[in-house]
């Protein structure tokens, strides 16, 4: 498989980084998915994940086209 420039494939899921700043978490970013459409998200401050998974939003399963992976957002922080 070729690389993409925006996402990793891990199994069926889809993983996307970007790096956040603290006014992006409250403000929110724009993710581009597969399909093309954007989704906002919002990073909590206070929850120590730094992950953001988008169910069934990542490659359909191999044989089960009814069945989707998922989109998982990964944060890197920019502030303190």
């Known amino acids: 498989d070729k690389p993409h420039p925006l996402f990793v494939?891990?199994?069926?899921?889809?993983r996307?980084?970007?790096p956040i700043?603290?006014?992006?978490?409250?403000?929110?970013?724009?993710?581009?998915?597969?399909?093309g459409d954007t989704?906002?998200?919002?990073?909590?401050?206070?929850?120590s994940s730094k992950d953001?998974?988008?169910p069934k939003r990542?490659?359909?399963?191999l044989?089960?086209?009814h069945k989707r992976g998922n989109l998982v957002v990964e944060f890197e922080k920019n502030y303190l």
């Open 52 to 54: 953001r998974v988008f």
């Open 39 to 47: 989704v906002q998200v919002f990073k909590n401050l206070s929850d």
């Open 21 to 35: 700043s603290q006014e992006d978490a409250y403000r929110g970013v724009s993710v581009q998915t597969l399909e």
């Open 63 to 65: 044989g089960e086209r």
């Open 16 to 18: 996307y980084k970007t």
């Open 58 to 61: 990542g490659l359909t399963l």
């Open 9 to 14: 494939r891990v199994n069926n899921d889809i």
